[in-house]
């Protein structure tokens, strides 16, 4: 009997974190990769190459990091501070902080700002461009319903999704009170939200194998349009087996996306036609993170135990590159009957 060759999960990073992984992000102009962990460092990737460029160690756990340009980035801290990391000088600056860890952190080129959202149940703005020194770079802090979660931006919109279900969308040229207060139509905690590539809504998952696709236009046409559907669970001996949903990515060219979740899997979705388009083998372990690179010819997927099922022996934490394939990520066209 011949043996099946097992399908390449991609290409794995050498120099991995040493520890759980938190975020990974691609840059918006090269293939370099930013990636933080428990482990309580920062590191960039080339991840063409194949090398590790740099590594910032901070005072605790980094538990989200983003790019300002290529040279430069930001992270959030365990230690409830947020910094500007300088790539090339390999230096860094305390931007500010919050009253407890910060849990995410994005940069808007719309606005020229820094948004981070902690679990001290408040969103923060900071100008980057100021002199460094709390008073000179925080714009405004915004108290939100609950702890934050997860943060997603598109264009001057802005959606924070706290604990409780809560979530809240903001023009962020207007931060006075959000645009809409929602709640999340999944019944349990949200692990991820990101906003569609077209700007016209976001994507939200949950600990129990769910994802809702949401529109922001309140009018009755686009809220028929909007559904949930379950993923990331295996039925085993007649019961269902649910997983949380970690991750969501979108294509930048396509606008399909890509899920994650506690099972290893990373599934494909067409938002639009409700379909999932690929299913890639089973990574060693939980999927705690997932990015395109900006052409979508790369998927940089996180493969870290989450803690899901409290401490127990799991595979070490890495990071696997693939290259993208058309046919995974690309709608089909509809079949008229």
Not at 57 to 82: I, R
Not at 167 to 185: G, K, T
Not at 257 to 284: E, H, I, M
């Amino acid at each position: 009997m011949t043996a099946v060759p097992q399908p390449v999960p991609g290409r794995e990073l050498s120099n991995p974190p040493s520890d759980g992984i938190s975020n990974l992000r691609f840059s918006n102009h090269s293939d370099h990769l930013l990636v933080s962990s428990w482990d309580k460092s920062v590191r960039l990737y080339d991840a063409s190459a194949n090398v590790l460029r740099g590594e910032f160690m901070h005072g605790g756990p980094v538990l989200d990091c983003c790019f300002h340009d290529d040279s430069s980035g930001f992270s959030a801290g365990a230690d409830n501070t947020v910094r500007r990391l300088v790539f090339n000088q390999s230096k860094e600056d305390i931007l500010g902080r919050h009253d407890a860890p910060v849990r995410c952190v994005e940069y808007s080129y719309a606005a020229g700002q820094l948004i981070t959202g902690s679990w001290d149940k408040t969103l923060k703005c900071w100008d980057p461009r100021g002199a460094s020194g709390q008073e000179r770079t925080l714009v405004g802090t915004y108290p939100q319903p609950e702890r934050v979660y997860s943060l997603s931006l598109v264009g001057n919109r802005l959606v924070v999704a706290t604990a409780g279900r809560h979530v809240n969308v903001y023009d962020l040229r207007n931060m006075s009170q959000p645009e809409q207060r929602r709640e999340s139509s999944l019944k349990y905690q949200t692990r991820c939200v990101r906003c569609y590539p077209n700007g016209t809504g976001y994507a939200l998952s949950s600990v129990e194998g769910r994802v809702a696709m949401e529109f922001f236009d309140l009018s009755e046409t686009s809220q028929v349009k909007k559904y949930a559907f379950k993923c990331h669970r295996k039925s085993e001996a007649g019961r269902d087996i649910v997983y949380p949903v970690n991750a969501i990515a979108f294509h930048p060219v396509y606008g399909t996306f890509a899920t994650g979740g506690c099972d290893g899997f990373v599934n494909v979705w067409d938002g639009n036609n409700k379909k999932r388009l690929y299913q890639y083998s089973k990574y060693p372990t939980s999927i705690a993170a997932l990015s395109f690179s900006r052409d979508g010819r790369l998927l940089a997927v996180a493969s870290s135990y989450t803690y899901e099922e409290g401490e127990k022996p799991h595979e070490p934490d890495a990071i696997f590159v693939r290259g993208v394939n058309e046919i995974e990520v690309k709608p089909k066209p509809k079949v008229l009957p």
